[in-house]
DNA sequence: GCAAGGTC
């Protein structure tokens, strides 16, 4: 018998030391293999995997999309291998003398399967090890401590619902994906992907493109008045009972609204015939899942992608819960007091947590998810100081905190006034609110609070008739999605889940089948919504998924094997290709006639063929003419941000405009010919002489503007002479009337019209890059390199790499095991981007 | 180089 260590499998690091200072006492040290953190006390290791450390693939030779039919895809094996070499070679390491292994993944069904490939993985170096599996939800003394005395086994039949997904999953996707792409003779980065994921996801938004494409805007009108009681005016609507006796506010006729109009126009008195008071209570909202937290991160500016980046980093650094759930019940151990408590001494939170712990009994909120995988999300009792973050970190976590405030706050009340006057014969009503209990709106502000003002009048009194309006207004199309409201019907539909939807999105995004935001499809979109539609229905809907969850079930419950319904599904899928394969050709010049749509500005001005938005070698977005190299005709454009056509057009050059992306920083370009037009037309302004040529040809110094739109300062002889000095891309370049002494050249001013920006004084161009170049040899600092921000430059230093050159030099395994959460990978990644 | 699912 081996009297090796005890092993302690978590799904994630993070798990790992939790879990090894609760069942250690908080006696665990944290030592370093093979890169990998393991914590260790008394007999027992605990590591923390990286969520799947193996993945699945069809072999090598199935790589090459030209060699291999996708068809073949289908029926071809599939393996599984190491995707995280260092993890994967530690656990080997750690079983190998191991006397007993217990696996804690997470409490969920992904969560048994890595639980599984951890087994597997152990049982390749150690076959007699007995292996035991623990379940709890949350990592908490009494969970952690009563699943170890109660330890279970591996549910090998959960396991196997989920590797069916995976397998289902890879055939599918990557079989359909081949086709589409080969169709369409997209094979580098653009190759056209679809998924059981982002199928159904694209289709919503296509969909709701079509309807608003579909919409025809009706005309309709609403009337208002001005009510007057003593010296306080309120607005009231007019309205009607409509055939089916409900009250309606839209006129739909414009003689009918023009003649209601000349009726309320003549009243100068209504008559309050009704008054109805109510008092409704406003409950505090449920705990956060991952889902509700992005919405309410969305309603205050941020993506959904920059939402949970943001919560990650919150989490990793102990601020608060884990941001993957779909819990939105609390588990019993959590004790708000004692949470209150820790935010009681706090600056900004101090006096609410105070006010929420006079409560005489706190019974937090709860939503209808009560999950096992985590616990909703949650600030923890360790708090930032405001300076240990940025602000956008700081903004999320004070949400979070607030929310959990308000789960453990009052209701609020709202006392709702609703009065109907009658004007001349016409109906005309006012709904006024207040808040008379704020309740959790004083401390989660997050949520509209405003009230309406309507005064208190009585039946049968007479109000002043002071203003009246006539407003015509059409109906609108429905609204596009926007991302948090993506997810969230995302999570009704049940597709994806809480730790993917938000990066499906993305990828929509990045497979240039969305733009802009909220998203809108490409035509690309839409022609690979229509090919499914037709061929493979299956693939952009939700039916999919509700199958396979189906499925699963069945295999759970073992009233199915891994075997049956993988078999099933590839079934499917040879039907879906019988028709596919057929119209194959037709599919892929649909595609390719979209795909050129999407980048097609306009016709070009020198031949009869297309002007596109091309990519340079160097990645920088251009305008050529599609006839090239016949045509050599092409028109700049900003070097910032990626270009989107818009539907406007030019109507000097008919061509489109078009909008440059670029986060915060999206601008319009507009017109792309007007814009090269007024390029030209700007003549190089001259401000001296050349340093380098001027005394001997006689070369001047001169303000230009290039093609591409950037700016500098340049000699007239070029390219005879190349000297040069930049210039920044935004701003107007004003030159002053003052003069740098040294130089000999006039000062440099830099305003920003279209911003609030304050004037930059540049100085004497050349002063200006000398300074700028002495900044640069700071390139040595470590913040320099792309990845690298202050806290890993700290922990850099902590290592005893001071600078650029140096990490340059270190070896990148050994850096890494010096530095916690850092791989070898990520090491050979801040060199290669260092140079 | 394909998917979706973990995690960083």
Excluded at 266 to 289: K, Y
Excluded at 314 to 335: F, Q
Aim: hydrophobic residues 35%.
């Amino acid at each position: 018998m081996s009297k090796g260590p005890e092993l302690i499998i978590t799904e994630k690091d993070n798990a790992a030391r939790r879990i090894a200072d609760i069942l250690s006492g908080e006696s665990a040290e944290a030592e370093r293999v093979n890169g990998v953190n393991v914590y260790k006390w008394g007999g027992k290791r605990c590591i923390g995997l990286s969520g799947h450390v193996v993945g699945v693939d069809f072999p090598p030779e199935y790589n090459d999309w030209r060699d291999v039919e996708p068809v073949e895809l289908i029926g071809a094996p599939i393996d599984k291998h190491p995707t995280q070499e260092n993890i994967v070679a530690a656990l080997r390491r750690l079983s190998r003398n191991a006397r007993r292994v217990v696996i804690a993944t997470d409490y969920d069904r992904e969560g048994e399967l890595i639980g599984k490939e951890a087994y597997e993985l152990v049982r390749e170096v150690n076959d007699s090890v007995p292996v035991d599996r623990v379940r709890f939800s949350s990592i908490t003394d009494r969970e952690v401590t009563e699943a170890f005395e109660n330890p279970d086994e591996l549910d090998f039949d959960l396991a196997a619902a989920g590797e069916a997904r995976q397998i289902i999953d890879l055939v599918w996707g990557a079989a359909l994906t081949r086709f589409l792409s080969l169709s369409a003779r997209q094979l580098g980065d653009d190759f056209i992907s679809v998924g059981r994921v982002q199928g159904p996801t694209l289709k919503l938004i296509v969909d709701r493109e079509r309807e608003i494409d579909a919409f025809d805007p009706e005309d309709y009108w609403e009337l208002f008045a001005d009510l007057q009681k003593d010296a306080e005016s309120f607005e009231a609507q007019y309205f009607y009972l409509d055939e089916d006796g409900n009250e309606a506010e839209r006129v739909w006729d414009g003689d009918d609204a023009e003649k209601a109009y000349e009726t309320l126009r003549g009243a100068e008195a209504a008559t309050v015939t009704s008054v109805r008071r109510r008092t409704r209570t406003d409950d505090p909202p449920a705990p956060f899942n991952t889902t509700q937290f992005i919405r309410a991160a969305g309603s205050i500016g941020y993506s959904a992608q920059r939402a949970m980046s943001i919560a990650e980093d919150l989490y990793t650094a102990g601020y608060m819960t884990y941001p993957r759930t779909d819990n939105t019940v609390y588990p019993e151990d959590l004790d708000p007091r004692e949470l209150l408590d820790a935010f009681t001494a706090n600056r900004t939170f101090g006096d609410d947590a105070q006010s929420l712990l006079e409560r005489e009994e706190i019974e937090p909120t709860a939503g209808d998810n009560k999950t096992t995988d985590h616990p909703p999300i949650h600030p923890t009792g360790e708090l930032p100081s405001r300076a240990d973050l940025t602000e956008d970190e700081w903004e999320v976590y004070e949400l979070v905190v607030r929310r959990f405030f308000a789960t453990v706050a009052e209701s609020a009340e709202w006392e709702h006034l609703r009065v109907v006057a009658d004007a001349a014969g016409l109906s005309l009503k006012a709904n006024g609110k207040r808040l008379v209990k704020e309740g959790y709106h004083a401390v989660y502000p997050y949520f509209n609070s405003s009230e309406s003002f309507v005064p208190d009048v009585e039946e049968g009194e007479e109000l002043a008739v002071t203003d009246t309006e006539m407003e015509a207004k059409q109906t609108q199309p429905p609204r596009r999605y926007g991302q948090s409201r993506l997810i969230e019907t995302m999570e009704q539909m049940g597709i994806g889940t809480k730790a993917t939807r938000h990066d499906v999105i993305q990828k929509l995004y990045d497979r240039n089948y969305i733009e802009s935001d909220p998203p809108r499809p490409t035509r690309l979109a839409r022609a690979v919504v229509e090919a499914s539609e037709e061929f493979a229905e299956l693939i952009v809907s939700e039916e999919m998924t509700a199958q396979l969850e189906a499925d699963m079930q069945a295999i759970t419950r073992g009233e199915a094997t891994l075997d049956d319904v993988t078999e099933e599904s590839r079934e499917m899928l040879e039907d879906v290709f019988e028709g596919l394969m057929e119209s194959g050709e037709e599919v892929g010049k649909h595609l390719q006639k979209s795909l050129k749509a999407d980048k097609t500005v306009g016709q070009c001005p020198e031949s009869d063929h297309d002007l596109v938005i091309r990519k340079s070698r160097r990645g920088s977005y251009f305008i050529g003419c599609d006839g090239y190299p016949d045509c050599t005709y092409t028109l700049p454009l900003p070097s910032t941000g990626k270009p989107l056509i818009l539907e406007e057009s030019c109507e000097e050059h008919d061509l489109s405009h078009v909008k440059m992306l670029a986060g915060r920083k999206t601008f319009v370009h507009g017109c792309p010919l007007c814009k090269a037009e007024e390029a030209d037309e700007e003549e190089d302004l001259v401000i001296g002489a050349c340093p380098e040529c001027g005394e001997e040809h006689g070369g001047e110094l001169a303000i230009k503007r290039l093609r591409s739109g950037s700016r500098l300062v340049g000699c007239t002889r070029y390219p005879d002479c190349d000297y040069s000095l930049p210039l920044p891309r935004r701003g107007d370049i004003e030159v002053t009337d003052e003069d740098c002494e040294e130089h000999d050249l006039p000062k440099i001013r830099i305003t920003y019209e279209d911003s609030d920006r304050e004037p930059w004084d540049l100085g004497c161009p050349i002063c200006n890059y000398r300074e700028y170049q002495a900044e640069q040899v700071d390139g040595s600092q470590l913040e320099s390199v792309t990845g690298i921000g202050e806290k890993t430059a700290e922990k850099l230093k902590a290592a005893g790499v001071e600078d650029v050159p140096s990490l340059k030099e270190a070896e990148p395994d050994a850096l890494a095991d010096l530095m916690d959460g850092v791989g070898p990978d990520t090491v050979r990644k801040w060199q290669t981007s260092a140079d």
